[in-house]
């Protein structure tokens, strides 16, 4: 006679208690057979093991039933729960031990008592011709290989090195080698594995198998024949030639493999280029960002190539996206050598002059060792008028605002960031010369700090100056004046003071034209 059971929750006899394909009724455990149409049906048994087993259909909660279209093996909940690791089963009266008791998938995994690998045992077949002994054996946590830890009868082990390991893999001697199964692991010595695959290898035998450790990379760790390796000088690092190109890449300036990424383009994103200090601890500093619309310059140099000069070629929205590049120098020292030795380099040189356009300008940085931005626009702000007035054209542009005190004011002509001043004020480099002329400005102005504008108005006039004399580089005499004109209005509108009295190079009318020029430019 067949028994319903609504399994619909809730229901105090019902409790999926093991796997998804089991329910356990009351003392009987019971295999689900399938779910159709919100109906569980499930096989009835009798109860004890073995015997036929009924059908029994499942009601839901509308009363409906489905039935079991066929039948399977069963157990009963008393052993199941007496399926405890560590318990002997006699199965065909052989002993074998619990390892593990898999209630997700509904295996035993169970090992020979006397030694031997595992054997799953489905719940379906402790049924007949299986017995839960009630002997248990001691288990430990065993390092059966390099690579595996196992739950093993503790009488198979033996503690070595603060770990348990299977006695019939314990050391050897080199006369007792011989005798040891291939497959044995010697624990005093080191495995490494085999790339891609679960193989092991001997450390010290790579070299025999021409094999080596990847020191980097994907295959960090693991052996690689050396066929397939590729040793990057500027690291050391030994990597799987599959690597290369999203690691390391070949640098023809430095004829050896460097590390970095050459899946590259042809600019680094905007300021996520690499940046470099070769100002080598020097009290003034200085770096350049170069910006250029020249597409000859930019396909006839690759991305690594730039970067081998510590310089970084990077997009900018403000230029054109075919062939506009911004060329970012590493930190110079002001008054060192190496960034003359920088632009003689081909690769530097071709960048900076390039083509550009109105769109283009020549931003610099300065900063004072020690200082943060804004102590240092404080000793250099009598310069800034000089500095204006050069390049009056910038100062009508939204990116380039000259205010009267630029000072938390962001990127305008003057931008005074958090350990540094940024001149944004100049206007695209025409040349290596041009960039060098303005690198020779800074140097006037760092060797001259805390001066009033009037002190440079003065050296500007002053024909054996070195500030007139790398001024009179850029301009005929007559412009130079009129920029020492604009200067001093400049400085009025900054500073409130009359400057314009002091600048005898121009007549009155200049003077007033001047003065003009200045309040319109300058903003508050």
């Not at 036929?52 to 039933?65: A, E, M």
């Not at 931008?415 to 695209?428: I, L, T």
């Amino acid at each position: 006679m067949s028994r319903r059971y609504s399994i619909v929750k809730p229901n105090p006899l019902v409790e999926m208690k093991f796997h998804p394909s089991q329910i356990a009724v009351g003392d009987l455990v019971y295999r689900i057979g399938y779910l159709e149409n919100g109906l569980w049906t499930v096989r009835s048994i009798q109860e004890s093991i073995g015997g036929d087993n009924d059908i029994v259909d499942v009601l839901n909660h509308n009363g409906r039933h489905d039935y079991a279209a066929y039948r399977s093996r069963f157990i009963h909940k008393s052993i199941v729960d007496a399926m405890e690791v560590g318990r002997v089963l006699l199965v065909h009266n052989l002993r074998y031990v619990i390892e593990s008791v898999d209630f997700s998938s509904g295996y035993i995994n169970i090992s020979n008592v006397e030694g031997g690998g595992i054997v799953r045992l489905d719940y379906d077949h402790v049924s007949g011709g299986i017995e839960l002994l009630q002997e248990s054996i001691e288990l430990v946590e065993c390092q059966a290989n390099p690579m595996l830890v196992r739950t093993i009868p503790k009488n198979r082990c033996t503690k070595y090195k603060d770990k348990w390991v299977l006695t019939s893999d314990m050391l050897c001697t080199e006369t007792e080698r011989d005798e040891v199964p291939s497959h044995a692991w010697r624990f005093d010595r080191e495995y490494i594995q085999l790339y891609h695959c679960n193989i092991l290898l001997l450390r010290d035998e790579l070299d025999d198998l021409e094999y080596t450790e990847a020191t980097a990379g994907r295959a960090e760790g693991h052996a690689i024949p050396v066929d397939d390796s590729i040793y990057v000088e500027d690291s050391g690092n030994t990597y799987h030639s599959d690597d290369q190109g999203n690691y390391f890449y070949w640098s023809d300036r430095l004829d050896q493999y460097v590390e970095g990424d050459c899946d590259e383009g042809d600019r680094h994103s905007y300021h996520d280029g690499p940046r470099h200090d070769y100002s080598d601890g020097a009290t003034y500093r200085f770096g350049v960002e170069v910006e250029k619309e020249d597409y000859d310059v930019l396909s006839s140099y690759t991305l690594s190539e730039c970067d081998d000069t510590g310089w970084s070629r990077e997009e900018d929205g403000s230029l054109d996206s075919e062939s506009g590049y911004e060329f970012v120098s590493p930190m110079f020292d002001l008054f060192g050598d190496r960034f003359d030795e920088s632009l003689a380099g081909r690769v530097v040189a071709d960048h900076v002059n390039g083509d550009y356009s109105t769109s283009c300008g020549g931003h610099m940085s300065f900063s004072i060792r020690g200082h943060d931005g804004l102590e240092t626009y404080n000793r250099v702000k009598g310069f800034v008028p000089l500095i204006l007035s050069l390049y009056r054209g910038r100062l009508t542009n939204s990116y380039s605002t000259a205010y009267k005190d630029p000072v938390g004011r962001g990127r305008g002509a003057i931008n005074v960031a958090n350990g540094y001043v940024e001149f944004r004020v100049f206007a695209a480099v025409r040349n290596v010369q041009n960039l060098k002329n303005r690198r020779d400005l800074l140097r006037v102005m760092a060797n001259n700090l805390d001066r009033s504008p009037l002190y440079f108005i003065r050296m500007a006039m002053d024909e054996s100056s070195e500030l007139h004399q790398i001024l009179r580089r850029a301009y005929d005499r007559d412009k130079l004046y009129a920029r020492i004109a604009l200067c001093a209005g400049i400085a009025e509108e900054m500073t409130g003071k009359n400057y314009m009295r002091f600048v005898t190079c121009v007549d009155k009318d200049q003077r007033a034209t001047a003065k003009r020029s200045a309040q319109s430019l300058i903003q508050e």
